[in-house]
């Protein structure tokens, strides 16, 4: 038998620590009492509730057209960045302004992004937040690829190149299938990091139209609301079968 | 980078000057398309930007708001002021015990989930992320749940009789610093896991039979050999920790003021937008400090496993 070892006690702490708030809420979430602090026994009104509640439900539909639109155009920028970066220079300068909105803090972004805004007296709505989160989007996607880009052989683009292929008919014929996986990777980051923002989302954002994150913020702000447990379980179960999902994914391409 | 040069090189030789002047245009032309829009993009969306805030530390806010573009070094001698400072160096601290309590959790955790059998190791791994994947604010605020006078922990412990009266537990300096652990401990474990799973293990091996004790062979061969991944872990959660106002917001209700929440409210409520830009520059120059700190410390492991 293996011997006891101490290394379980801080793991199992750490696991402790991480699923206690959401076994929490999840139970909550089917409690009876509008407060989370008494159990009336088990319910499920607040899903009801939510699924009426229409700030919720515009919130979730602002953050689905701001993330698809700023992960087309993410994963557009982010793949030739990563192309050219990896291809057609040797900058480290270049190297660095790239990962740069990974890197920076968001509050820092936020407020440089609402004074640039502001400066160029552009008004702010669900494009403002759109173009924001290109930002980060596309350093993200970027960098993505490039780690594809690395695994990629060279041989093949220089075959076609041999062969008489334009550049252009090479990068599309070659160059894009051949990063096809590490672009579909780089696009899911992108969607996923932009649905979940919200400081840069708050500070670009115009008097309409928030954002889920947003709708969430001022909710939890103005005191507890049984809804966002039931909110906090819907959402937890979709990345969980995304998880499950992606894992599923990635072995059956392993296998081919 | 040769092997794709020298077929170029040979088809210069057979279409003379003409074709070499293409070739270049040729080049030219593929480092524009790729680098062009990403770049120019960037340039516009964050490096304009990023100067615009600088260029503000400069002047001053006016009287009805907006900014008067006189230049002056009041913003520096106004966060010179004892109070600024003061939330600045509060801000260093929580974010520093919440990279320590991080580490210090952390490690073990990857330490532990790199030993496990591979089929294990996924499901250990993903149960970290996980959380992570839920909504940030949502995470945090499990936490008023669980700390509120009447929330879970308080009831559980009267109930248990542990304690009389319920503990002020919510809107503390440690509430900010669980909060904030708690949204950014899987950064922490993942490079860490990496850093521990690179490992050989060969080395653990001959280092035990050389008769070292497992404290020793910790200390003096793991350790060292993953503090590249420490030194990571710790600038992904004091990063992220050092600018935030939610959390404090949330779960220090107002008594616990960090330096995002100095920021947010000058641009969002005092309107005075030079002296948030000056606010924002020294957590900029902070980060800057400690991301060269850590490439010089990472250059000196490597060169000193070199040696």
Redo the contacts between chains.
Sequence with gaps: MRRF?W?????G???L??????V??VV?SFNAAD???RWDGFDTAWYGRLFADRAIREGLINTLVVAAGATALST???T??A???A???RSKL?DA??V??A???????A??????YT?VQFTLGLHSIL??H??FG??FV?AVVRTRLAHVD??L??AS??LGAT??HTFVRITLPSLAPGIIAGALLAF?LSI?E??IAF?TAGPQDPT??IV??SM??FG?TPE?NA??TL??AV??T??IAA?RLSRLTESL | MS??LA??RAARADVGPRGRRAARR??L???L???????G???V??????A??LS?TLFHRGRFGGIVYEASADNFTRVADGLYLGVVWTSVKLAGLTTLLAL??????A???ARLPRRWR?VAL??????F??????????????L?S???IN?TLTGVGVIDRPLELLYTPGAVVGGL??AY??LM?LPLYSAIERLDPQLREASANLGARPARTFWSVTLPLTLPGVLTGCVFVF??S??N??IP??LGGGRTVMV?NL??DQ??KARD?PF??TL?LI??AL?VLL?MAQAWAARRLSGGNRA
């Design positions: 070892s290394l379980y006690v801080p793991a702490l750490t696991y620590f991480l699923y206690l708030p959401i929490v809420l909550m407060t989370p602090y557009v920028l982010g030739l960045l192309v050219g970066l291809r057609h220079t270049l302004i790239a740069a909105p890197v920076l803090p968001d509050i820092v972004l407020i440089g992004l609402l004074a640039f400066a173009l924001a290109t930002v596309t350093a970027a060279g041989s683009e220089e190149r041999d550049a252009a996923s979940d919200f400081v500070f889920l994150p969430i913020y939890v702000r507890v966002i909110l906090a959402l937890l990345s969980f995304f998880v894992q | 092997s794709t077929p170029q040729g080049r032309a593929g480092r398309a790729t680098l062009g829009p990403g770049l993009y960037l340039v969306f964050m490096l304009v930007p990023l615009l805030v503000y210090l959790l952390g490690y073990p955790t330490y532990l989930i996924t993903v149960l970290v992320v996980l959380p994947w839920t909504n940030f604010l949502i995470r945090t605020y499990a936490w008023i749940i669980l509120n009447e929330g879970v009831r652990l708690y401990l899987p474990v990063v992220p050092l600018g106002f939610v917001e949330l995002g920021i947010r641009f969002l937008w948030g830009s924002a957590v900029i980060l991301l």
